[in-house]
């Protein structure tokens, strides 16, 4: 069974476009040799068996501006969930081809001909997928991440709580940097020491090849001995080959990657090339070239920026940036229109004071750091096959630990505190609402405490208006006027971005007709020239009428049906025009079918002269420079209409 039955006991605030999973899928790019290798029990049907049909976790909205997923988001435990225990498995696609562009697809395994393999959730999962990195929201992760077989021997990935327990509604967060496919340490592997020599590991190679054969697939057809095997015999490979040995020694297992370039890692670049990495920059999306750099620098959409780890999309270079702080705020339609600013509040993460991001109590040293051996750097396969070098997580890439007792008392050891910031944000008239604006370097610092700090992202959130609708620069505003006024002409008071304006409506407007105010609109977010804005017409008919408005237009409805109306005409007011008989006051016209018909009484322009729609206002001053109308009825759809 790979999916549940739709809308049965799905998880609160599952996404309704993602399918829900008991189970791994298996997607059709995952060659059948790979497949039998991590996939032997083949079941059809049936629960992984790390599936728990309650995990003790919820889906959560992220709704504090300061996470770094706020927004998105979350996995929550519901209830304490006790140190080193199996949370839940990470389900998805397993899939062999490439997608770098989702944010949910997990190294899985590699298999045993070097494939590598991905769980992918971005379309399909569990709960697992809204697990969190901990970067920019804790100190540490709470959780890891565990490859295992199933009872059935199929590959999986697991998640289980840290070496403490995790508190009843703490958000389960996970460190996606580190790759448990990277190859081992060959050394440990081998069991020789960092100085041995060729001949010592030689010896040692062929002495522990008795215990290799144990593990050969030929006689074990055990996979954990298959992957021993493999192990034993990728560190010999690496150690007796002097060039091999000695990129390992200076660059740890980033030098064990197909294509890396010791030079080019030296020099602090992507030591694996471009290829691969699909790492997305904010796209300045008004004018040519965008505004890096600039106090304040505008980008289309805000993708997530979460930086290295298991999933595609970032980049070596990354690993040396703090990580972006991502905000939203909320802003009136006429701020949007006319620009404005904003004070927000953020705690990004800076260099300890106290010990000048060093970690230590006066006087005390840092010691190499035993998990990445100096180096800063571990090693992770990206699901595009290339692989590439990644911060280490325990040393956050500055190579070294502080020994107990000597941390700093004021960040702990980790050089680093979170900090109350205020920063005033200018938001520039023309923003459009889900637009973004980067605060260059207003982010987090960077782990090492040395590479360039993260941005600020704020996300614009713009309130609608009752008053205009927006169309890019131009802006649209309805006029109701009432029927006397759209006959007879008259003005009409019309709200513009500037204040009121007085609007003349000339005699015979019709219902949707526009106007435009010329450079009334909202000038674009990069500069340039205001739009316009379109007032239209809508005609506004009485419900009700008195007596003597009903009388008149009587009389106004017999002469346009060509009605003999002298009754009527005798109670009706002496100083209406309405008064005069029909024939008197009205041009006849022949319709098709032979009976008479009256012209509309009043001549309605297609086009209404500019000069009669010049504003006049105490407040202000608008010109109408042109109109469209809805095309003028033509005289026989006219005559139509009144026969009718
Ligand atoms: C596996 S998803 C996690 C669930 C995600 N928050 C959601 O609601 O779907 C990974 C994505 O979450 C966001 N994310 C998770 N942890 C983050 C962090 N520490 N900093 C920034 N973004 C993070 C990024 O957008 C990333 O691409």
Avoid at 36 to 41: C, E, L, R
Avoid at 352 to 365: E, I
Avoid at 506 to 520: C, D, H, I, N, Y
């Amino acid at each position: 069974m790979t999916k549940r039955d739709s809308g049965q006991n799905l998880p609160q605030r599952w996404p309704s476009h993602l399918q829900y999973l008991d189970a791994l899928v298996y997607h059709s790019s995952v060659p059948a040799a790979v497949r039998s290798d991590i996939y032997p029990s083949s079941r059809k049907t049936g629960r992984s068996d790390g599936f728990i049909p309650r995990p003790s976790v919820a889906i959560r909205s992220i709704s504090d501006p300061s996470h770094p997923a706020f927004g998105q988001c979350g996995l929550f435990a519901t209830k304490k969930i006790a140190a080193r225990t199996h949370i839940l498995d990470y389900l998805g696609e397993v899939h062999c081809d490439d997608r770098p562009d989702s944010d949910y697809d997990l190294s899985l395994c590699r298999a045993q001909d070097g494939t590598s393999v991905g769980v992918d959730a971005s379309r399909m999962g569990n709960e697992a997928r809204f697990i969190n990195d901990f970067r920019g929201v804790k100190p540490r992760p709470n959780a890891v991440f565990e490859d295992r077989r199933t009872a059935e021997g199929d590959m999986c990935m697991s998640v289980w709580s840290g070496s403490e327990a995790i508190r009843k509604g703490d958000e389960i967060l996970i460190s996606y940097a580190e790759d448990r496919h990277a190859p081992k340490d060959p050394y440990k592997v081998l069991g020789v020491n960092k100085d041995a020599s060729a001949a010592d590991i030689k010896k040692t190679y062929f002495s522990a090849l008795q215990l290799a054969r144990k593990y050969h697939p030929d006689t074990n057809p055990d996979q954990g001995a298959k992957d021993k095997f493999v192990e034993i015999q990728e560190a010999y490979d690496l150690l007796k080959d002097d060039k091999k040995r000695a990129a390992y020694d200076q660059y740890g297992s980033a030098a064990q990657q197909p294509g890396f370039n010791p030079d080019a890692f030296a020099n602090g670049r992507n030591p694996f090339g471009a290829g691969g990495f699909n790492f997305q920059d904010f796209s300045a999306s008004f004018g040519a070239g965008g505004r890096r750099g600039s106090q304040s620098q505008i980008f289309e959409e805000l993708f997530g920026a979460f930086g290295g780890g298991r999933f595609g999309g970032a980049g070596f270079a990354e690993n040396t940036r703090g990580h972006d702080i991502e905000v939203s705020v909320g802003i009136s339609f006429i701020e949007a229109c006319k620009g404005t600013s904003r004070t927000i509040n953020v705690t990004p993460v800076v260099n300890c004071d106290t010990c000048s991001g060093s970690g230590l109590k006066p006087g005390a040293k840092r010691t190499t750091c035993a998990t990445c051996r100096g180096t800063g750097t571990m090693a992770y396969i990206l699901e595009s096959g290339f692989q590439m070098a990644t911060t280490c997580s325990t040393c956050h890439g500055t190579g070294s630990t502080v020994p107990r007792g000597s941390h700093c008392g004021t960040c702990g050891g980790n050089g680093q505190v979170r900090t109350k910031k205020s920063v005033k944000v200018d938001i520039p008239a023309g923003v459009e609402n889900g637009m973004g604006i980067r605060v260059p370097n207003a982010g987090d610092a960077s782990n090492s405490g040395k590479g360039q700090n993260g941005d600020l992202l704020v996300r614009v959130n713009v309130a609608s208006s009752k008053l205009f609708r927006r169309q890019g620069v131009n802006l649209h505003h309805e006029a109701r006027i009432p029927m006397h006024t759209a006959l007879l002409g008259g003005r009409v008071r019309v709200p513009t971005l500037d204040g009121e304006v007085d609007v003349r409506v000339p005699a015979g407007t019709q219902q949707g007709e526009e106007m435009v105010l010329k450079s009334r609109g909202v000038p674009h977010v990069n500069g340039g020239d205001k739009g316009d804005l379109f007032v239209q017409f809508a005609v506004q008919l009485p419900r009700t009428l008195t007596k003597r408005q009903r009388e008149i237009l009587q009389l106004y409805a017999d002469e346009v049906e060509g009605r003999p109306s002298v009754s009527r005409s005798e109670s009706a007011s002496p100083s209406s025009t309405a008064h005069k008989p029909a024939s008197e006051s009205r041009e006849r016209s022949d319709s098709d079918d032979g009976s008479l018909v009256f012209d509309f009484p009043y001549s309605a322009s297609a086009r209404i002269p500019s000069s009669a729609l010049s504003p006049v206002t105490p407040s202000g001053e608008a010109e109408a420079e042109e109109r469209t109308d809805p095309a003028p009825p033509k005289d026989e759809e006219r005559r139509r209409r009144a026969a009718a």
